[in-house]
C-alpha cells in the first residue's frame, strides 16, 4: 500500500498522466445517519475526471466509521481485539460466552460494525464485572478448569485496571475517542513505545522536539490511515502544536527519564532518555512505517527547525490565536 496519500508517483488511469490531490467536505448516510467528513480523492490534470485509490476509500470510509462508533459508544476493532487478549480466550469462545455466534466476534475485530445494541455489550465488558457476570451466565461454555483461570484473568484485570485508570486520566485527559485524539486507543503502552522508538532513533530526545514528532506521528497516521496512534490531543500554542498534557506524559510514562543539557549556545534544555528499546510488537505494520517515515522526515532537524516547520502547518496556523485543540481534519492539509 502506497505510504503517502499525496504521492507525485501516481499517474492517472485515464491518461497516464499527472494527477493532483484532491479532497472536500462532503455529508455520507450511514445506517440512517449523516456524517459530515473530508472526502479525499485525485483528479486527472488533463480530463478533471476525479477518482479514489482503494486507500483514500479506507480513509474516507474510516472518517464515518469513527464518528459512527464515538456517537453510539462502539468499541473500535483495537479495543475488541484488546478485550480478548485481556480475558485469555479465543474469539469464538468469547462470541459464545457474550450470545453472537460462532464466527461474530472474529468479524468485529476485523471492523465489521456491530450493532448499537452488540456495541453495548463490548463496552460493557470493558469492565471486568460486567464480563464476570457473563461468564458465569454462559453455562456449558467453559471446563471448570477453564472457569477457574477465566475468573483468575478477571480479578487480574480488574487490580491492574484500578491501578492505571488514574495514569490514563492524567495523562490523556478524556478517555473517549473522538476528533481531537484521531479516534486512536489511549493505550500507556503505544504512547511509552512511540516515545522509546524516537530516543533510540535520536539518541535522546529534547521535549521540544518530542512534542512535534508526536504531532507529526498521529496526524500522519490519521491522513494516511484515518486514526492516529498515541491517544493524545494537541494544543496550538506559541511554539507550534503540543500534547494537551505534554508535562505530564513525559514525567508520568514509565522508563522515559529527563535530564537537563547544555546545548553549544550555551541554552539549557530538557531531554528526554531511556535505558531500554521500544517493544513495536503491538504496532501494525502501517503504523511502524509511520513512525519511521516521521523519523526520516526530521532525522536533521534542530529542535528549534522541527518547531519552525510546525509553524507552517494549517493546523497550528488556523488554531494557534485562540490557543485551541487541534481537529485531526487538519491531518490532511500536512505538508509531509
Known amino acids: 500500500m502506497n505510504s503517502n496519500i499525496n504521492s507525485n508517483s501516481l499517474k492517472s488511469p485515464f491518461t497516464?498522466?499527472?494527477?493532483?490531490?484532491?479532497?472536500e467536505q462532503r455529508k455520507a448516510v450511514f445506517r440512517k445517519e449523516e456524517f459530515e467528513y473530508i472526502h479525499l480523492a485525485y483528479q486527472c490534470v488533463d480530463t478533471k475526471e476525479i477518482f479514489t485509490t482503494t486507500q483514500l476509500d479506507v480513509?474516507?470510509?474510516t472518517q464515518i466509521y469513527n464518528q459512527y462508533r464515538a456517537e453510539h459508544n462502539i468499541p473500535f476493532p483495537d479495543e475488541i481485539r484488546e478485550l480478548r487478549t485481556r480475558y485469555g480466550l479465543?474469539?469464538?469462545k468469547i462470541s459464545r460466552i457474550l450470545g453472537f455466534g460462532e464466527n461474530q466476534y472474529r468479524l468485529y475485530e476485523n471492523g465489521e460494525?456491530?450493532?448499537i445494541?452488540?456495541?453495548r455489550v463490548l463496552r460493557a465488558i470493558q469492565f471486568p464485572d460486567t464480563f464476570k457476570t457473563f461468564v458465569e451466565e454462559a453455562d456449558g461454555e467453559l471446563e471448570k478448569s477453564e472457569m477457574k483461570r477465566v475468573k483468575e484473568q478477571i480479578r487480574f484485570c480488574k487490580e491492574r485496571e484500578q491501578n492505571e485508570?488514574?495514569?490514563r486520566q492524567l495523562i490523556f485527559g478524556s478517555l473517549f475517542r473522538n476528533?481531537?485524539?484521531?479516534?486512536?486507543l489511549q493505550s500507556l503502552s503505544n504512547l511509552k513505545n512511540i516515545l522509546l522508538?524516537?530516543?533510540e532513533k535520536f539518541n535522546g530526545v529534547f521535549v521540544t522536539q518530542m512534542n512535534k514528532l508526536l504531532f507529526y506521528t498521529d496526524f500522519l497516521a490519521y491522513r494516511e490511515y484515518g486514526q492516529a496512534i498515541s491517544g493524545l490531543s494537541f494544543r496550538a500554542i506559541q511554539f507550534g502544536p503540543v500534547p494537551l498534557r505534554w508535562d505530564r506524559v513525559y514525567s508520568l510514562v514509565d522508563d522515559v527519564e529527563q535530564i537537563l543539557v547544555e546545548s553549544k549556545n550555551g541554552n539549557i534544555g530538557s531531554k528526554l532518555i531511556s535505558r531500554i528499546s521500544p517493544d513495536l510488537s503491538a504496532f501494525s505494520e502501517e503504523q511502524i512505517e509511520i513512525l519511521n517515515k516521521v523519523y526520516l522526515s526530521f532525522r536533521n532537524d534542530t529542535p528549534a527547525s522541527i518547531s519552525e516547520k510546525s509553524h507552517d502547518e494549517i493546523a497550528w496556523i488556523k488554531n494557534a490565536k485562540e490557543h485551541s485543540l487541534i481537529d485531526f481534519k487538519y491531518a490532511f492539509s500536512l505538508r509531509i
Open 16 to 23: 497516464g498522466g499527472e494527477v493532483v490531490f484532491f479532497s
Open 59 to 61: 480513509v474516507n470510509t
Open 90 to 92: 479465543s474469539a469464538s
Open 113 to 115: 460494525m456491530p450493532s
Open 117 to 119: 445494541a452488540n456495541g
Open 165 to 167: 485508570t488514574t495514569i
Open 179 to 184: 476528533q481531537f485524539n484521531g479516534y486512536a
Open 197 to 199: 522508538f524516537f530516543i
